[in-house]
């Protein structure tokens, strides 16, 4: 199973991004997908999760400006990041709870990050 996280880039200040993340493989079924950040010098950080029924979490410092969202027949899950300010500045990093084919079992997978960098 590989997860390829894609739509980093340089934002000004109060600019959008989406971000994108697509699992492939032997893939029988995809819990939890998630998004987490990790800025220079910072531990990584969950940014926001969504479960296969669609439920949300978000961290306080992205609610109301992150929408995370999941496409299931395309093992995608999305990050739309608009009001975006300078201390979002970070690799993102994508996550998938996966059930690989012949497996009963869920393992997490990260996939490689994408750097979003927010500055004038």
């Known amino acids: 199973v590989q997860l390829q996280a894609s739509g980093g880039g340089l934002v000004q200040p109060g600019g959008s991004l989406r971000l994108s993340c697509a699992a492939s493989?032997?893939?029988?079924?995809?819990?939890?997908m998630g998004w987490s950040r990790q800025a220079p010098g910072k531990q990584r950080e969950l940014v926001a999760r969504?479960?296969?029924?669609?439920?949300?979490n978000y961290a306080d410092s992205v609610k109301g400006r992150f929408t995370i969202s999941r496409d299931n027949a395309k093992n995608t899950v999305y990050l739309q990041m608009n009001s975006l300010k300078p201390e979002d500045t970070a690799v993102y990093y994508c996550?998938?709870?996966?059930?690989?084919?012949?497996?009963?079992?869920?393992?997490?997978?990260w996939g490689q990050g994408t750097l979003v960098t927010v500055s004038s």
């Open positions: 969504i479960t296969s029924g669609g439920s949300t």
């Open positions: 493989g032997s893939i029988f079924n995809i819990n939890v």
């Open positions: 996550n998938a709870a996966v059930r690989a084919v012949g497996s009963i079992y869920y393992t997490n997978h």
